[in-house]
C-alpha cells in the first residue's frame, strides 16, 4: 500500500439539506447541485448530503420502490457535477442487488472515481416491512487531503465497538449519512403550539436530535471527528417528513456546525452549514 500523504491543517466538510422527493430521483439529483455549487464556492473539501438523498427515505415503499442498479446512468449525473464543482460528493440511495434491495452510500469523486459502501446494522423499518439486505460489517477507509474517513450509515453507529475500531485503524472523521423519521406522524404543525402536550412533545423531539451529548465524549476520547446529515423533507399529501439535522464535531469535541433538526414542519427549508475537523497534532 502505498503511504498515506501529509494530511492538511484540516478538512473543511459541507452538510447539505436539500429537500428530498421520495422516489424522484431525477428532481433530487437537480437539487443537488446547489448545495454542492454553495459548498464548493465555501471551500468545502467533501460535500455531505443524507442517507438515500438521491432516492429519498419514507416509510410507504416509495423511495424503496425505486431502488437503483450500481450502473443507473443518473449516477453519472454527480459524477460530472462532482468535476464541474471539483469536490467530491456522498450522498445515499436505495440499491437493487439483484431481487433484492440494499441501503448503501457513494462518494463521488471529481475524477469520475466512485467508492461504496453498503449499510450492515438494519434496524426498525428496514428489518420489517421492506426486509433491506445487510451489507458487509467491514467499513472501507478512505483519503481526502490526507484525512482518513470511514462511513457509517445511520444505524451503523449502532455496530458494537464500531467507532473504537475505526479510530484503532487511524481514521480521522467518521462521516455518518442519516435518515430518521420519514412519516408525517413525527412532524409538528405551528397550530398545535397552543396546546401544551403537543409542546412538551415538540421540544422533546427537537432535543433528542440536538443534543450531541455521546458525539462529543467519543470525538475526545477517540480523538476523531464526526460528521452527521439527516434527511430533510416535508410532503404533506404523501405523509412524508424529514426533519433533517446535520452536525459536525471535531476531535476536540468543539461543534464546528450545526443544522437544527426542524420538527415544525413549516419551518423545513433547504439549509447548508460548513465545519471542519482538525488534524492530528
Not at 246 to 268: C, K, Q, W, Y
Request: contains cysteine; neutral net charge; aromatic residues 8%.
Amino acid at each position: 500500500m502505498a503511504e498515506s500523504k501529509k494530511a492538511s491543517e484540516r478538512l473543511n466538510i459541507a452538510l447539505a439539506h436539500p429537500m428530498a422527493v421520495p422516489g424522484d430521483i431525477d428532481e433530487n439529483i437537480r437539487r443537488m447541485e446547489p448545495m454542492v455549487a454553495q459548498g464548493a464556492a465555501q471551500g468545502a473539501d467533501l460535500v455531505l448530503f443524507s442517507e438515500c438523498g438521491i432516492t429519498g427515505y419514507d416509510l410507504n415503499k416509495v423511495a424503496f420502490n425505486a431502488a437503483m442498479d450500481l450502473d443507473d446512468p443518473r449516477f453519472k449525473l454527480v459524477d460530472a457535477m462532482a468535476k464541474r464543482h471539483n469536490v467530491p460528493i456522498l450522498n445515499g440511495f436505495y440499491e437493487r442487488r439483484g431481487d433484492r434491495v440494499g441501503n448503501s452510500a457513494f462518494v463521488f469523486y471529481p475524477d469520475g472515481k466512485r467508492l461504496l459502501q453498503r449499510k450492515h446494522n438494519m434496524v426498525g423499518y428496514e428489518t420489517g416491512p421492506v426486509k433491506v439486505l445487510a451489507g458487509d460489517r467491514k467499513r472501507e477507509i478512505f483519503e481526502i487531503k490526507g484525512f482518513k474517513l470511514a462511513i457509517l450509515i445511520c444505524a451503523d453507529g449502532g455496530i458494537p465497538n464500531i467507532e473504537e475500531e475505526l479510530a484503532a485503524q487511524g481514521v480521522d472523521c467518521i462521516l455518518a449519512p442519516t435518515a430518521g423519521c420519514g412519516s408525517t406522524d413525527k412532524a409538528f404543525y405551528q397550530r398545535e403550539m397552543a396546546n401544551p402536550e403537543r409542546r412538551k412533545a415538540f421540544v422533546a423531539a427537537a432535543e433528542s436530535v440536538c443534543f450531541l451529548g455521546r458525539a462529543v465524549e467519543q470525538c475526545i476520547k477517540l480523538n476523531i471527528g464526526m460528521a452527521c446529515c439527516n434527511q430533510q423533507g416535508w410532503i404533506e399529501s404523501m405523509k412524508y417528513f424529514q426533519p433533517g439535522h446535520a452536525a459536525v464535531i471535531n476531535r476536540d469535541g468543539a461543534m464546528t456546525a450545526l443544522i437544527p433538526g426542524r420538527f415544525m414542519a413549516e419551518h423545513i427549508r433547504p439549509d447548508l452549514a460548513m465545519g471542519f475537523v482538525s488534524a492530528r497534532s
